[in-house]
């Protein structure tokens, strides 16, 4: 550990006691994956291996114990786990993520992958990409770090959540983050206006809940409520990013959105009404109707074949 033995409790208390100790707190709470996440908790603090620690028999330093009272303290109160320990993994990206952002989840990691085929599929050599609402930065670093040509703009109305995706990029983005705009407004307003129809690709996970629906308090309590939700019905940010998206896309440019299951037929009625073409409903990986893919006409046929 390279404690000095001042650093260590009196006591001689082992991570494999804290361990045990902290799991039936937990669980004793209601929490079902207990287990796991003191692991993770322990392994935060002092980088012990998750799969070690009910067997470690290292004596705790004093400042990890206070590091991990503090980190259980904050879970049984109900905080995510993922802001309790301060960083969340996304595809390949380890980022920071607290109150100021959503908790990046893999329903987000398959609206990338589409992005991702867009991009490819638009056959540009250096496309340019923007992020609507960019929240912790997950989509748009990982479109820079798996694209190696991509220019993305990151946007956010949100000044915190412009900081976290900031931090992210210097973070995480590597050599990457150079191809990576990080710029705070409302939606399309802060990009530059000589983007107007030469973007091959939109993306965005945008807020969709509706005012009165229901959600689980770990979400309602914690998570951004601007990032949530979206109007009566849930479709006002959805609407808006369709409607405006048409003529900021390049001719066969592509906008990727993300949605709750129930909004993809109305979504796609809505895309044609606009002119959209070739609209697609892709799936999460339980099976949902997760995000629409929309093209704009290609000018010199007026439409794309799939």
Do not use: C
Request: charged share 25%.
């Amino acid at each position: 550990m390279g404690d000095t033995p001042e650093s260590v409790r009196d006591d001689g208390i082992v991570w494999a006691v804290i361990w045990r100790e902290a799991k039936e707190r937990l669980t004793a709470a209601g929490f079902d994956s207990a287990d796991q996440e003191v692991r993770w908790m322990i392994e935060d603090v002092a980088g012990i291996d998750p799969g070690a620690v009910p067997h470690d028999t290292t004596a705790v330093a004093t400042r990890h114990l206070a590091r991990f009272d503090d980190m259980l303290t904050r879970r049984l109160a109900g905080e995510p786990l993922q802001y309790v320990l301060g960083h969340w993994s996304f595809r390949d990206l380890d980022l920071l993520v607290d109150r100021r952002v959503l908790i990046p989840r893999p329903e987000t990691e398959v609206v990338v992958g589409l992005a991702l085929d867009e991009l490819a599929r638009s056959g540009a050599e250096a496309p340019v990409a923007v992020d609507l609402g960019t929240g912790s930065g997950a989509i748009a670093l990982s479109l820079v770090r798996e694209h190696r040509t991509v220019e993305v703009w990151a946007v956010d109305a949100s000044a915190a959540a412009v900081e976290v995706a900031r931090a992210n990029a210097a973070g995480s983005g590597g050599r990457a983050a150079a191809r990576l705009r990080i710029v705070e407004g409302d939606w399309f307003a802060p990009l530059p206006d000589e983007l107007r129809g030469s973007i091959d690709l939109v993306v965005s996970n945008p807020p969709y809940i509706a005012e009165d629906e229901v959600i689980e308090a770990a979400v309602a309590d914690w998570e951004p409520v601007a990032a949530l939700r979206a109007g009566a019905d849930g479709l006002r940010d959805l609407h808006h990013l369709v409607d405006e998206a048409h003529d900021w896309l390049a001719p066969g440019g592509s906008l990727v959105l993300e949605h709750a299951p129930d909004q993809a037929d109305g979504l796609v009625t809505r895309a044609a009404a606009v002119g959209y073409v070739d609209a697609a409903i892709e799936r999460d990986l339980a099976g949902r109707a997760r995000a629409v893919r929309l093209r704009r006409a290609a000018r010199r046929t007026g439409r794309l074949s799939l």
